[in-house]
């Protein structure tokens, strides 16, 4: 089925006088006739439910829609974006082990490689994300796992060529890890460019009305982990927790989400709330629809900003004057997404001034739901750094991160105006 099919139906098929709608399974546990079949499903001898630390059936009905999306073999909800990245590189990085990165991504990201999995003993080295083949591959070392970037980053909007980076990461028997949170299935699916695993901050476009923190792995099942076996042992030697059970030899292409699943979620248990669950699926119901105004409206907006003399730059990688519009158009042939960044002639002040003017644009730290909004760094996120800082971490001074949501983009434009002439 297509896309927005997909985004309608999958995951969830009632049978004969079952709820037509997914129903919110509130329940820890799940109750069974026999202590021998209990005993089964502790051994992952058999599947089924039996607390909702492991499994839970809202949950995997929302995660097989987001599998379905990404063309995936199956998919993982967790409590947050951040704990979907830290599980989907710790699932095959354990000490001593190696990452190699973008260095354009998310905040929070670029904070738990450089700081929190160093204190685990897993070291990254970050690329820069126009880096060649030749300066990517220096980065590896013997003990490299693995591969990471975004799609598009957050919030400088680079626009990451999948392509190179797979081919890297192959030529070095690793997997690539694309966080795709800004583009969506709707407008990039990684895996038919070589991306092996894909993870989600559910939180944004996904979920799409600002209500729930959640987050998601998939797998593609391409990668062949039996075949790089010495560096993969977590999934390819017997996990003694599970009585000697072998990921690759069990589990075949669902070797590596069974491992996050069984072994990361349960020690570690970021789960996702069934509750969020059910209303991430509704949100998912309309992503395509959304993603879709999204892109015109920030198009429109980006266009209007450009020729406007109040504006000294746009940084949107649909626009054809970007440094990125060939790479997204090759990625994301039908738009991005609709977060962007613009500077204003004037002071850091004059920032501040026209954010505090607008009306209708709410200035809060999220981005990428329904509602437009706004956010200057130098204030809000990055407000601890000095100028000097600010210009090395690549936040200008004067950058406003706008996010572009699906009112009416007439609106959106008449009050960046009355803020902007005031
Ligand atoms: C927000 C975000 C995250 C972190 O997700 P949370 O749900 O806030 O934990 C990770 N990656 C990207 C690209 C993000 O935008």
């Given at each position: 089925m297509k896309k927005e099919t997909l985004c309608v139906q999958a995951g969830y098929t009632p049978k004969n006088g079952e709820a037509r709608i997914l129903p919110i399974y509130q329940s820890t546990t799940f109750k069974y006739e026999s202590s021998e079949q209990m005993g089964r499903l502790f051994d992952l001898e058999e599947s089924g439910y039996f607390y909702t630390r492991l499994q839970n059936p809202t949950n995997d009905a929302v995660a097989a829609k987001i599998a379905a999306l990404e063309g995936g073999v199956a998919a993982m909800l967790t409590s947050s974006g951040q704990a979907a990245n830290f599980y989907a590189i710790f699932n095959i990085c354990e000490a001593g082990d190696h990452v190699v990165s973008s260095a354009q991504i998310y905040g929070g990201t670029f904070n738990l490689l450089n700081v929190t999995l160093r204190k685990l003993g897993i070291e990254t080295t970050f690329v820069d994300v126009d880096a060649s083949e030749e300066e990517i591959a220096a980065a590896f070392k013997p003990n490299t796992k693995v591969l990471f970037g975004e799609?598009?980053?957050?919030?400088?909007?680079n626009v990451l060529d999948i392509e190179k980076f797979a081919r890297v990461a192959h030529n070095h028997g690793v997997p690539l890890i694309v966080d795709n949170t800004f583009a969506t299935p709707i407008n990039c699916r990684p895996f038919e460019w070589g991306a092996d695993i894909v993870t989600h901050s559910?939180?944004?476009?996904?979920?799409?009305?600002?209500?729930t923190v959640g987050g998601a792995i998939v797998d593609?099942?391409?990668?062949?982990?039996q075949a790089h076996a010495e560096k993969f042992p977590g999934l390819t030697t017997p996990d003694e927790s599970y009585h000697g059970l072998t990921y690759t030899e069990h589990f075949g292409k669902l070797a590596y989400i069974t491992k996050a699943t069984s072994q990361l979620m349960r020690d570690l248990g970021s789960i996702q709330a069934p509750h969020n669950a059910f209303l991430l699926n509704v949100g998912l119901e309309t992503l395509h629809l959304r993603m879709e105004r999204h892109c015109k409206n920030a198009l429109a907006v980006a266009k209007w900003l450009e020729a406007n003399p109040k504006v000294a730059w746009v940084n949107y990688c649909d626009l054809p004057s970007n440094k990125y519009y060939s790479l997204a158009k090759k990625y994301m042939p039908n738009g991005s997404c609709g977060v962007m960044s613009f500077g204003l002639k004037g002071s850091r002040k004059d920032a501040e001034q026209f954010m505090d003017r607008l009306k209708l644009i709410a200035i809060v730290t999220h981005v990428a739901d329904a509602r437009t909004c706004v956010l200057h760094p130098a204030s809000h996120t990055h407000r601890q750094l000095t100028e000097q800082q600010l210009v090395e971490a690549g936040v200008a001074p004067d950058l406003i991160r706008l996010s572009v949501g699906i009112e009416n983009v007439d609106d959106i434009i008449a009050d960046m105006q009355q803020a902007m002439e005031a």
């Open positions: 799609t598009i980053s957050n919030p400088s909007i559910t939180t944004k476009y996904m979920d799409g009305h600002a209500m593609s099942g391409n990668f062949d982990w």
